[in-house]
């Protein structure tokens, strides 16, 4: 029974615990800047806390320290309320500006991340293609030499025919004045029997009538 007790007031403890609202406390402070070192002078302006002073002199009988404002204005503060090292509000707002740097520098990283991979997929790209081009280039250039290796042989055979083509030109010509001058020599030969058998037929023709005659003339006697 007691273990029940104790358990029902833990709930509702618990359950009182979370009903009630929970507050915080302000970090704010307003302090005065008054005209002179004491309670005494009149208030020139309230100052938030957080506010950056230059500290221009210090009276440590009084407790306070003359200040100048960022807009110039020159007074009297409670050097109590002074800190070397700014305050935890400060504090959070200059590290929230190094946190949004931080992600500011991060998004550029990433962005010259995703630049750079993608100059990096572009280099590889064309890396590919080059070695594709320098392939096709291997293969062109086999071809011309294998044509440049049938060129120097078509141009050593044509020297070759050229040579056997003047060769033939020469005996051509060698044989064609050969003939030319067998036909002559035969003109000349047939010129020469013909005017024989001419020589032989007009002595034929003069001395055989003769021959005749002294034949009859001796059979009559």
């Known amino acids: 029974m007691k273990r029940v007790v104790l358990l029902f007031a833990g709930l509702l403890l618990a359950i009182s615990a979370s009903a009630v609202e929970k507050r915080y406390v302000s970090d704010k402070l307003y302090i005065q800047l008054r ?31 003359k200040v100048k404002t960022d807009k110039g204005v020159e007074g009297w503060v ?19 500006r190094e946190l949004e ?15 750079l991979q993608a100059e990096l997929e572009t280099v590889k790209s064309e890396r590919s293609t080059l070695a594709r081009d320098n392939t096709k280039l291997e293969k062109e250039l086999e071809r011309i030499m294998s044509i440049s290796d049938n060129a120097l042989a078509l141009d050593e055979k044509t020297k070759k025919l050229t040579l056997r083509n003047q060769e033939l030109e020469i005996q051509v010509e060698t044989m064609t004045n050969e003939n030319a001058q067998l036909r002559d020599d035969s003109r000349q030969t047939f010129l020469l029997y013909g005017g024989g058998l001419v020589f032989i037929g007009i002595f034929a023709g003069l001395v055989l009538p003769g021959l005749r005659g002294k034949r009859n003339n001796s059979g009559w006697s």
């Open 78 to 96: 409670l050097t109590r309320f002074l800190e070397n090292e700014p305050i935890a509000k400060e504090k959070l707002i200059l590290a929230n």
């Open 101 to 115: 740097q931080l992600r500011a520098e991060k998004s550029t990283t990433q962005s010259q991340s995703s630049e």
């Open 35 to 65: 005209s002179g070192p004491s309670q005494e002078y009149r208030i020139l302006k309230v100052i938030q806390s957080g506010e950056h002073l230059i500290v221009l002199e210090e009276n440590e009988t009084e407790g306070y320290t």
